[in-house]
């Protein structure tokens, strides 16, 4: 067995749910970068997204994220962007 015979075929990749040109998904990436810079990742079991927030004290570091295996890029960075917001929340940072 050689190393390409482990690497899945084109037609054994599990069909797209979700478009990157969706609007929504691109709407939700830019209120993100308000907060920080974003990042999304496709993982060998799903879909990741965080976002290193933007923090104005020196040695603070704080990040956002979401799960390892959303189904879909948009259900990461929805679940990111809702961490996001109750994180604000919790810390008196008015969330919209």
């Not at 990157?20 to 209120?31: H, M």
């Not at 079991?45 to 290193?52: L, N």
């Amino acid at each position: 067995m050689s190393l390409f015979d482990l690497i899945r075929k084109p037609a054994e990749a599990e069909p797209a749910t979700a478009s990157l040109d969706k609007p929504d998904l691109n709407a939700i990436l830019l209120e993100m970068q308000k907060y920080g810079e974003p990042s999304i990742y496709r993982m060998s079991e799903g879909w990741f997204c965080k976002v290193e927030m933007r923090v104005s004290a020196i040695g603070v570091n704080f990040e956002c994220k979401s799960s390892y295996k959303c189904k879909t890029p948009l259900d990461a960075v929805n679940e990111c962007n809702d961490r996001i917001k109750e994180a604000l929340k919790m810390i008196g940072g008015g969330a919209p």
